[in-house]
């Protein structure tokens, strides 16, 4: 019998990425109630049609002073989602039976990032301590979502309404086409200049 998200226990608020992070007991305690795991948030860039990995190749020829930044963001995104797929496998006989996936819906914009400057200034803890509990591969994660996300949208699609850009996800969703768009198989270099731009 199906369940409703209500019936659900929301066990862990980021994606399950390390098999470490949720004890197997779990599984089995909740298993009449199911719990529920949310999606990874770059799990939504490909509604953009591009490939965001040909854009770490663009900086590398400008060779910027924060490239060494860009190239740890990048290791660590790669090394975030490598040990996800891996997890994904594990859990995937108890998918349906032991847990449900959700996707969250929140601002990972330009509101986002000041309402995360306002708590971490509300906060009574020097930012040397607020920064040993930051999962710096989450962070790394939600990080690739915000560039090839949300800011991508704002710099290509921003000309749309709100209604226009939920029309065009779920057109994209249904067809399960997850190839770029003609238009943009291949971002030229102007194009790239743009998200370049944004130093991390």
């Known amino acids: 019998m199906s369940q409703s998200l209500t019936q659900m226990k929301l066990f862990f608020p980021d994606a399950c990425w390390r098999p470490d992070i949720i004890s197997a007991a779990i599984y089995l305690y909740f298993y009449q109630e199911k719990i529920t795991l949310p999606l990874h948030p770059s799990v ?3 509604l953009t049609g591009i490939n965001p990995l040909d854009f770490f190749k663009f900086p590398q020829s400008r060779a910027p002073r924060w490239l060494s930044k860009l190239s740890m963001f990048e290791r660590a995104w790669i090394q975030y989602q490598t040990s996800l797929r891996r997890t994904s496998k594990i859990l995937e006989p108890l998918r349906d039976d032991g847990f ?3 996707m969250f819906s929140y601002n990972r914009g330009k509101h ?3 309402a995360a400057e306002d708590l971490i200034a509300s906060s ?3 930012f040397a301590e607020i920064t040993k509990v930051i999962d710096p591969f989450s962070a790394a ?3 690739f979502s915000h560039i090839f996300f949300e800011k991508f ?3 290509y699609e921003g000309d749309r309404s709100e209604e226009e850009l939920a029309a ?3 057109e994209r969703a249904r067809s399960r086409d997850f190839r770029p768009r003609d238009r943009r198989k291949k971002l030229e270099t102007s194009d790239y200049t743009l998200l370049y731009r944004m130093k991390p």
């Open 44 to 46: 939504s860039t490909f």
């Open 100 to 102: 449900k996936n959700v």
């Open 112 to 114: 986002g990032w000041e």
């Open 124 to 126: 009574s803890l020097p």
């Open 141 to 143: 994660e939600e990080l």
């Open 153 to 155: 949208l704002e710099l």
């Open 168 to 170: 065009l996800a779920a």
